[in-house]
Structures are given as C-alpha cells and as structure tokens.
C-alpha cells in the first residue's frame, strides 16, 4: 500500500468504526465548554465532529485545540465511535492533535455575505458545504455522461479548441494571435470537427470548454461553460431525439443514485428529479406556437427601444425565457421543441423533406425554469444544398472546403447534439445562479481569480 | 429499445452470428472478379469483408456493387458468417445493397503520401486505418485516468481556461481581449486554481486543453495539448511519486487490457508496455548528474551562434533531450527524477528542508525515447518563503493574492503533477509524431483544419 493512503478520509469512516484513525482537514466549526471541546473537521470527503475530553488528552493538546479557529489546518488522532445523532453518522473521540496552521480573520463568516464579496473570495467560497455540494453534483454529471458515452460505443473525440475561421462572424468570438497565420479564435461549438470525426469513428463526441464573447448579464450566461456534443453517423433526427432522452434520463437517475447526501444539504426536492423517466414530451415548434397563441403569450420585442408584447404569437420567431418557462410550466419532464423555422437556426441544419420552412432541429427544455439544456439537429448532408445555405447566410466559402469534404466523399445521413454542462448542473442541484456550478466562472464582469 | 439501435456495428458480429443483419459504412476497399466482389466495408467501429456472389443477389444489386468506390458510404444487408482467415473473424454474405453517394477522387489513395498532404487533409487522414487505431488509444488512455482519479477518491474540479495574468510573463501565452477588463490569457496549466480546489475537496483533478505559444518546431510540442493535473492536500513528494507510479503504471496495463487490436494494427511491441510495472526507477538530479559525468554525456549549449559539448555536464543545468534519452537508455520502466536545482525549477515549488540549493520536483521519464511524461512537485506551503520566491521571480505580487490566501488560511503540505495526454498516448501508441495522437493538430505552422 502507498504511503499516501496512511491517513484516513471522513467519507470512509464506517470502514474503520472502533478503530484508532488520523484524520486531516480543516477546522469548520467550534464548540466548547468546561471539559469538552468540539470541533466540526472538515476533509473535502465530508465533515465529522471531534470530540476533545480533557480527561483522555494532555493539557497541552487540549490548550491547543482552544486556540483553534475557522479553516485552521489540523490533523487529528482519535477513536471513531458510531453516533446516529452526528452529520455522518460518527464521531472521534480525539486523543491527539496537530495543527498545521492557525487560520486568521477568515473572511467568508458563518453571516450572510454578500453575492459580489463571495464570488471575489471564489477561492474560499468553495469550501463552503454548499459549494461543496454543488462541486460534487456537478463531478457526477460530467462522470455520468462520460459513462454513458464509454459504455455505449462512443469514442471521445477532441474537437480543437483554436479554430482559424470565424464561421460565424467575429461579434461573439475571442480572438487571438496565430504565430504568422493571423488570427485564431476560440471555439463556440466542436460541432463541425465532431462531423469530421463521425465519418471516421461513428459515434463520437467531443467534451470541453466552449467560450462565447457575448454580453449576456443572465443567471444562465457564463462566458466560458463546458459542453458535450456527440456525433453520429446514420443517425436521423428521431434517432437524435431518442439518444438525447436516453442521455438525460441517465444523468439524472445517476445522480439520484449517488448524490443523496448532496442534495439533502441543498435540499433539493429530489421527487421532481425522480419524475425525469423517458418518453419525455416532444412538440413542433408550430404546434408550440400554437399554444402559445391559444394562451395568450406574446413575443417580447424592443420597438424604439421599448419593450412591447406581440400577441398573437408570430410563427417564424425565436422564442425566448418568456415562451420557454409557459411552455414548460405545464410539464414536470424535459420537452423536445422540434422543427423549428429554417430562418432562425444555423445553415448546417437539414431541411425537413416533409416541409422546407423548417430545419430537423431539436431543442430540450428542462422543467423548473432550467431552460434549454440541448440543441440539436439532423446535419445537411447533401453538397449543393449545404452550398446554398453557407451562400445565403453570406459565409467564406473557402473555409469551409474541408467542411464540404465529408459531403464529397462519402456523404451519409447524421446527426448530433450540444448539452450545456452548466445549464444541467444548475438545473440538477437547483442552484440559484450559473456562477455557482463551475469552479471558477467567467463572466463579462468577471475573470479574477 | 430505440430506433438508434437497428442497425448493426462491425464490433458487434459476434453477438450475431448466422443472422441477417443491416451494417453502415464506407468503402475502405473493393476487389472482385466473375461472379464475386469484395467490399471492405469500414463503419468506425472495425473493417469487416462482405461477399457478393452474383447468384445470390438481383443483378441491379450486383451491378450497383460495381460502382463503388474508396469512401463511397452505403448500407448493406447480409448475414453474418464466421470466417477465422477474416480481419475480424466475420464475413457478410451480402443479400442487399443500398448506396448513399458515389465517391468521386477521394484524395487519400492507399499509395504513400507526403507528412504536409496528409496534415492538410486531417479531416480525412482520420478514416485511415492507422489514425482510427491511434484515436481510440488516445481514448482508452483518458478514460484510464478519468477512471483511476474517480475510482480513487478524486473530485474533478476544472480550472478555468481563460486567465487574468501573465504569471510568468506573456512570451508564451495567447492573449485575447475580454470585455472591458482588459487581457485575458489562455491557461498554460490548472494548477495553481487546482490547488485552490484541493484546499476545498481535498483530492481534485483538472482535465482540459492547455496553450503554450512557443515557437518550438519538434516531434513532441504542440501549441494547443490536453493536460490531466491532480492536486493533493496532505500529500508530500513521495506521496506524489508514488501517485504518478500508480497512475501511468495503471494507464498502461488498462491499455494492454483494452487495445490488443490496436497495438496489432500499429505493430506496437507490446511486450515493452508489460514490463510497466511499479516499483519504477527513482533517482535525484544530483545522481543523474554524476551518471552523465561518468558517461560523459555533454551539456549541449549555444554559444555564438554554435552550439557545443560541454563536458563535464554542470550541475544546474536543466536536462534535454540529449540527457534524458541517455538516461533512460538503460531503462525499460519509467524514471522519476526528483530533487531539481531552485535555480531551474517554478516559484512555487517547496524547497528541500535538507538542501535548500534544490527543490522537492519531480519529472518522470518515459523509456522508449518517450521524454518528460509528468512534472509535478510538493508546493511551497509558507507563505513568507513563497513571497520570497515571488519577488526573486520578479512576479507581480498584485496577481498572487487569492494564491496567497490558501497559505494564510489553513495551509497545509500539498503536491501535485501534471501528466500530458499527447506525450502518454504517442509513448502508448508508438506513434511516430505528436500531431498524430490529437484528433486536430495545432501548431505554429498548422491551425486548419
């Protein structure tokens, strides 16, 4: 056995009830009074309540354990005792003590603080049992769908992260300099490369950090958010439909089986998790506008830079927070919002042979306000229609050639999807704010630390 | 079940044998004469021969099989007959035939070609049977490690790609403009933030692309690599060792388990990859150093403009390509060299409490002409001793703040290392060069596709 595992973590503790252990964290709570002290160990596996009674330590160990503070670094030896009353279900009595560090005016408190104050401290914040949590559901989101993908014939395929083009005009791209080859610009979307990986490996799906330069001030809007996006030949958009209910079910039915102690601590209502059971609900965007139109739901839109409510509906429009929560206020699942207008969605998407107005376009909306968490679609696959999309949408042709290529040589039917990894995570652990469910989030506002 | 599922993949003819099945795929290849065509039918997840006898089809059907071409993508139906002298052990005894496109000059012809044409054409070059062979090691080599830190105790936590500061100056880092604050940097590694998230979890890892804008032109750099980065609180350097031990010892043997095909496609020596196996070689810089005396291996420098031997080799100077590649001639594991001159070695690398001319680094060594797969070290965990560093470093004291706070907040020993993906799966695979072990290559000459 390597050294390494000499100490012992909180989350193992039933392993070793009895037994003399050494425990190392740091110090989240303090309690005290006479003879006994008390202080609420925390390891990043969980949190444990050690007991110091003066009669079982040196004076010296138990002067020490007074001059404790909050997120003071320690290691503790002691007995572990089975105590149903404690957080994790058992208790140290502590016979010895070592302290790496006293803590000084911590700044993030048991108060309240403040939004601004916590996401500057983002590097403290995290230790907080809250963060914590959300850091945990989020590990098991990501371990769920890699899982999923592994063991479903899908081969991971890294899309490049420095592209040369600008697909898509520069508005929403980071841009870099390239050695001599001018400008690179970071990825949105490893869509197209996925495509080029499809044709060679089937199904694949590429997993990473995606960045959009956007000026979205939103609850669900970061600046560089990681995303999954599978890929696969000969698959059509019902096909696309199906995987991606099969995705979602897995997620979070995963989650549910090994994030109990987590969402306990969010408290999470976790029986609106367990309704997420596949067929989810599916619907046309036109027959979504339809209900849009019978419930009275207008489009928002800034006229001389007021905003107005549109009613009816208008089809052909894209819809927004307003149409997506009334939409999905009816339902307790995710719905698939299918086939959308051709005019509002990107030029790689296939036509619907049935009707040309719309794409084979898919979008998932999550229940309780999760929003959009997938958008997906059948790929063009056919050259001389693709040419007339990139043509009418004003794109440099040139940089598409080797985009072109996987409709020259061997051209098949495909499909494929992007998950917001965030947008799921948020929606899962129901945290209030995007900036809570990555480590680090970046925003327009903010890049420190 | 779902709709994705009719059909079937090459993988998987031995679930079905004798039965009819529906496969999709490309042309990897056509033979025939008389009554008989072979196809090489190629569906990412294997290549597998399918028979047309002209007896046993319509004559459209059999005249339809004529036109194909290399890359041309069509569904056949057949039924599955086991045949030993096959590549995978089955052949299809072809009953039907549908085409999707014809491919017309498919650039990639199975004659030789140029390294420059076959980078070019990257999105092509990956259907090959070699690139496949190399793409699903790199797989297998990620899911290893994402297995082994989950399986471990280990929480993923991502550090973020985009970064406030220039830490050790711009020279080498792509910049690109973030909103109104200024410069933003893309992350040459997560460590420093997965340290901030060990001090909350514990045991993390962080798993993304990293940059390096260096004008290096080897077999071995790329500008844009993948990086697996494990951050462990309580854990010193020989914990750390013996971490990285386990790790690469794990990663090879689950390759062993996982990619026989592979290795025998790529005509890799696997009995090479058996003999990884823990204990690995050890040995400080100093001991290297006084082999290198001993066998009068030269420090290789510049000097005007010439480059030339200096002999005996200095103690300080950082080993190349020259040094290492002697060093482990005699080796057939890996080495780890630990205990790096200060002078050579980053700021926040923990001294030697027994020599503080070196610090407590480690890199580990591949044999086989692999190089540095692993560099990592136990950090410096006082905060004064780290201020030193920082101003002797010249650092910009301002930027280090939050990195501070996890020394003035319950600091605690701490190690970690970062491994290469590219470096492990061109080591793994016996691929000749870098650019073949990442799905879209970049470096200074090459960002398209």
């Known amino acids: 056995m390597s050294p390494y595992k000499l100490f012992q973590y909180i989350d193992k503790l039933s392993e070793v009830e009895g037994k003399e252990v050494i425990l190392r964290g740091w110090v989240q709570n303090k309690t005290g009074k006479g003879k006994l002290q008390f202080i609420q160990l925390r390891d990043g596996t969980g949190v444990c309540q050690c007991v110091l009674f003066r009669d079982n330590v040196s004076e010296e160990v138990f002067a020490d354990a007074k001059t404790l503070t909050q997120e003071s670094s320690l290691e503790i030896k002691g007995t572990v005792r089975k105590e149903d009353r404690a957080i994790g279900g058992y208790e140290i009595d502590v016979t010895g003590l070592k302290i790496y560090q006293?803590?000084?005016?911590?700044?993030?408190?048991?108060?309240?603080h403040g939004d601004a104050f916590l996401i500057e401290h983002r590097h403290?914040?995290?230790?907080s049992s809250r963060q914590h949590a959300i850091m945990r559901v989020r590990a098991a989101v990501i371990k769920a769908i890699r899982d999923f993908f592994d063991g479903n014939g899908f081969k991971l395929m890294d899309s490049p992260i420095l592209t040369p083009s600008a697909c898509e005009g520069t508005s929403t791209l980071f841009e870099t300099k390239y050695f001599d080859l001018g400008s690179a610009y970071l990825s949105q979307s490893g869509q197209l490369y996925a495509e080029a990986s499809a044709m060679s490996l089937g199904k694949v799906y590429t997993f990473g950090p995606t960045f959009r330069a956007e000026r979205s001030k939103t609850r669900k809007h970061l600046t560089e958010f990681w995303m999954v996006e599978p890929e696969m030949a000969f698959f059509d958009i019902n096909d696309d439909m199906d995987l991606a209910e099969d995705l979602v079910e897995y997620i979070v039915q995963y989650c549910l089986k090994t994030c109990q102690k987590e969402f306990n601590?969010?408290?999470r209502d976790t029986t609106k998790l367990e309704k997420v059971k596949r067929p989810f609900h599916r619907m046309s965007y036109s027959n979504a506008v339809d209900w849009l139109?019978?419930?009275?739901?207008?489009?928002?839109?800034?006229?001389?830079?007021q905003e107005v409510d549109i009613l009816p509906f208008p089809w052909g429009e894209d819809f927004g927070t307003v149409q997506e929560e009334a939409l999905m206020e009816q339902f307790e699942k995710p719905c698939i919002i299918h086939r959308y207008p051709s005019e509002i969605k990107a030029f790689y998407m296939k036509r619907d042979p049935d009707n040309s107005d719309v794409v084979l376009a898919m979008d998932m909306l999550g229940p309780e306000k999760a929003g959009e968490i997938i958008g997906g679609s059948q790929r063009e696959d056919n050259i001389d229609?693709?040419?007339?999309?990139?043509?009418?949408?004003?794109?440099?042709?040139?940089?598409f050639q080797w985009y072109l290529d996987l409709r020259r040589f061997g051209s098949v039917p495909h499909s494929g999807?992007?998950?917001g990894i965030e947008r799921v995570v948020k929606w899962i652990s129901g945290a209030a704010h995007i900036r809570e469910v990555i480590p680090f989030p970046r925003m327009i506002y903010r890049i420190v630390p």
Chains 1, 2 share one sequence.
């Open 293 to 305: 139109v019978e419930n009275n739901i207008p489009l928002k839109k800034k006229v001389d830079g």
């Open 102 to 112: 006293i803590s000084k005016d911590y700044p993030i408190t048991p108060k309240e």
């Open 265 to 267: 601590l969010l408290e």
């Open 124 to 127: 403290l914040w995290l230790r």
């Open 385 to 399: 229609l693709l040419l007339e999309r990139i043509e009418k949408h004003n794109l440099p042709l040139e940089d």
């Open 417 to 419: 999807f992007g998950l």
